[in-house]
């Protein structure tokens, strides 16, 4: 970061002394005015809930114009990634800072298929778990889990432990995911297969069985690569401020990894795919096309509490690139399915232009976000709703180890310890129990 010849002078009404503020500049996206002496010189705090105006930190990988609707990894729109690139190379970029050569791909493919398999003893975990566990309650216990088997060889500050932790953590997601996946049905898992891609590898964890031949869909396998890759990372979002701030303590990865998981299953963020999609089936249910007008209204009405789950977004202010991308991968693999004529599809294209064209969601700028259509097209490839989360999760490993690995490499990194405005009792004295 550079600082700007621009400095923020601030001033108080009752006469205190002025303070002078440095604002630095990024490549790219708004100036940050520094206020890391604020307390120090003022006695006062910044306040800041939900940080709507707050930068958490400095950050290289991912960037996002809200205004434009535009997303870069580390500069390439995500438009040209999710057409030209694979997942993995995808990684190689968020991890390394370059997307790989031949050679480059080929290595970091190989390293990633070969931790693909995870402890025999992890199995052991799952059966504590009801069958019915949503798979993201065995998500958070198996990805907090695998600090058991790794804790004693990572040291977070060796960057070559960093880098084998990340390879471990994107290699053994997908087997975990289809472990959780397997465990609720009843049906064994399947060990990865190493002549297949990363997708394919996972298609087959999840939908093989010792019975018979599996044989991958080179279009399923197509569509989940660039599912992985629209979600693999998204700047400062909850969950990833989540791995960091757990990350800052100098915990074990596997951990960090675990609280973005945790975080990441809120309806209001990750969890939003699987809401969407019950709520398109709570409209069919209703009635279909002619019953969103009356679920438009109960939206916004404030006392419904019911929102348009897959719509709005902090940061975009205009359409979701990745929902733009996501609609095209529905009408792909529907139009492979033979299901051009979804009934849900056709749904949420109906709703997505009535809300466009409603004054309620244009004065708030809210549009279809990543969410919104990732529900129907998993769904089209079989994934069951309550897993939709999950592969969220395995997606975005990337992007949290990414990003914890960029924190805990910059060698001024501190523990992350907010303050607050307090609100409640001043000092008092315990009186005894018979005088309360
Ligand atoms: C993800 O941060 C990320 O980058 C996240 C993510 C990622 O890749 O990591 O992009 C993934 O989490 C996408 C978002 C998925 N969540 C949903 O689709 C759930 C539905 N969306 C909302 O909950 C909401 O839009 C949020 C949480 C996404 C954003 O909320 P903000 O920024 O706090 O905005 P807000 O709640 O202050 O909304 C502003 C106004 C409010 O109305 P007023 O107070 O002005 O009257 O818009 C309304 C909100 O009530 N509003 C909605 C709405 N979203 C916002 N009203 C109806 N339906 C919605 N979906």
């Not at 969601?361 to 089209?380: E, M, T, W």
């Amino acid at each position: 970061m550079k600082a700007s010849e621009n400095k923020a002078t601030l001033s108080f009404s009752n006469g205190g002394q002025n303070v002078e503020l440095p604002i630095y500049k990024g490549t790219l996206g708004p100036d940050v005015i520094d206020i890391r002496k604020l307390y120090a010189q003022t006695g006062m705090f910044t306040y800041d809930p939900g940080f709507m105006s707050t930068a958490s930190c400095e950050s290289a990988i991912t960037y996002i114009d809200g205004d434009k609707g535009e997303l870069l990894y580390r500069g390439y729109p995500i438009e040209q990634l999710a057409t030209n690139c694979d997942f993995l190379e995808t990684c190689h970029l968020l991890l390394y800072g370059e997307l790989p050569d031949e050679a480059k791909k080929t290595n970091f493919t190989k390293l990633v298929t070969n931790h693909t398999m995870v402890n025999e003893q992890m199995q052991f975990f799952l059966r504590g778990f009801r069958r019915d566990a949503h798979p993201m309650a065995i998500m958070t216990g198996l990805v907090g889990a695998l600090s058991a088997f790794y804790h004693d060889s990572t040291d977070i500050n060796n960057p070559k432990h960093r880098e084998i932790a990340a390879i471990r953590l994107i290699a053994k997601m997908p087997t975990l995911v289809a472990m959780a996946y397997k465990y609720t049905v009843g049906q064994p898992y399947m060990y990865p297969k190493n002549e297949l891609s990363y997708a394919g590898n996972f298609l087959h964890m999840m939908f093989a069985t010792p019975c018979e031949e599996y044989k991958v869909s080179p279009v399923l396998e197509r569509a989940l690569d660039r599912i992985f890759i629209l979600h693999a990372d998204h700047e400062q979002n909850a969950s990833t401020s989540t791995v960091r701030l757990c990350g800052s303590s100098g915990t074990n990865p596997f951990a960090a990894i675990a609280a973005g998981v945790a975080c990441l299953w809120g309806p209001a963020h990750g969890g939003a795919n699987e809401a969407a999609l019950n709520m398109l089936y709570d409209i069919q249910k209703a009635g279909g096309v002619e019953k969103i007008g009356e679920f438009i209204k109960q939206v916004k009405d404030k006392n419904s509490n019911v929102k348009l789950m897959g719509f709005g977004h902090r940061v975009y202010k205009n359409y979701d690139p990745r929902a733009k991308l996501m609609q095209e991968t529905c009408k792909e693999v529907l139009g492979e399915l033979g299901l051009e004529n979804d009934p849900l599809f056709k749904l949420a294209m109906a709703l997505e232009k009535i809300a466009l064209e409603d004054e309620y969601f244009v004065s708030r700028k809210l549009y279809p976000n990543v969410d919104f259509y990732s529900g129907i097209v998993q769904r089209a490839i079989g994934i069951p709703v309550p897993l939709f989360t999950a592969i969220f999760a395995l997606a975005r490993t990337v992007g949290w180890i990414a990003q914890l690995n960029e924190m805990i490499g910059d060698p001024d990194y501190k523990i992350g310890r907010p303050r607050q405005l307090f609100e409640g009792s001043a000092k008092r004295d315990v009186k005894p129990i018979a005088q309360r």
